[in-house]
């Protein structure tokens, strides 16, 4: 059974930091691409910052400098360092694995999501 945990979501006061980790169970984790998303109320579902199963990583304009995505495939876990955080961070941040096949249809698993508030 494939499980995707968000934590470490919480209410910070801008400037702050929070650390987000995501642990995976029931696939094989160092295959998959990892992904944070992030869905604020009233607002499209957008991509935070990505981490591939070999390769470079990717981040949002909006983040960059002050995020740093990271996955240790011995713990079967992706992280998202946010740091300098600003109110309009605020959102639910979603965890993604996802891969495509040989025959070119993907894999895709999400979490549940947890909430990240900056507020003062």
């Known amino acids: 059974q494939v499980q995707l945990v968000e934590s470490g979501g919480g209410l910070v006061q801008p400037g702050g930091s929070l650390r987000l980790a995501c642990a995976a169970s029931?696939?094989?984790?160092?295959?998959?691409?990892m992904t944070w998303y992030r869905q604020a109320p009233g607002k499209e579902r957008e991509l935070v910052a990505a981490v591939p199963s070999a390769g470079m990583t990717n981040y949002a304009d909006s983040v960059k400098g002050r995020f740093t995505i990271s996955r240790d495939n011995a713990k079967n876990t992706v992280y998202l360092q946010m740091n300098s955080l600003k109110p309009e961070d605020t959102a639910v941040y979603y965890c993604n694995a996802g891969r495509r096949r040989v025959n070119g249809l993907r894999d895709d698993y999400w979490g549940q999501g947890t909430q990240v508030t900056v507020s003062s």
């Open positions: 029931g696939f094989t984790f160092s295959s998959y691409a």
